[in-house]
């Protein structure tokens, strides 16, 4: 967790307006919360902090480089990621839990600790299928897929021939 203390906005003392903050989040950040899936990372984050007298908006502003095996090939892919989130922070004792985008703190707290928006923010925007251009996997792995493709559909069970009649 020590890697996580920098993420830290100490904002008691802070005065009204608005106060600019600049985060890294590295493999080691992203290896905090469990997440092994990146060969690399490098991100910088950005966040403006607006301090109003019963509130607090936070803008998140990130952009960044992770490399993640190819689904396709397994070879390394380099993908740029970046986005712009908001966290509003409202002051008090209920409990509200409608949206993801409003956090209530006890009165009583003077810090707030942003790795866990920042991870979760960037988690967001990475794309789902992670893949190389068209072109640019592994040839000798497109091939093997390519020729298992065609084996399997030589092999067809007798019982289930049946159904290609159906297309």
Not at 91 to 105: A, H, K, M, R, S
Not at 147 to 153: A, V
Request: glycine residues 4%; charged residues 35%.
């Amino acid at each position: 967790m020590k890697v996580l203390n920098k993420y830290k906005i100490e904002f008691a003392n802070l005065k009204l307006g608005v106060h600019a903050f600049e985060f890294e989040a590295k493999k080691e950040f992203f290896e905090e919360f469990e997440c092994f899936d990146y060969l690399t990372a490098a991100f910088d984050v950005k966040v403006k902090l607006t301090k109003q007298s019963v509130m607090m908006i936070l803008n998140f502003e990130f952009s960044g480089n992770i490399s993640v095996p190819c689904d396709r090939c397994l070879d390394e892919v380099d993908m740029y990621v970046d986005g712009e989130e908001k966290l509003i922070v409202k002051f008090g004792n209920e409990v509200y839990n409608d949206t993801d985008d409003i956090l209530i703190l006890p009165e009583h707290e003077h810090e707030l600790n942003v790795a866990k928006y920042i991870y979760e923010f960037i988690q967001l925007n990475i794309p789902q299928r992670r893949v190389h251009q068209y072109g640019e996997c592994n040839p000798e792995v497109i091939d093997k897929l390519e020729n298992r493709e065609e084996n399997n559909e030589k092999e067809i069970d007798p019982r289930w021939s049946g159904l290609n009649k159906l297309k």
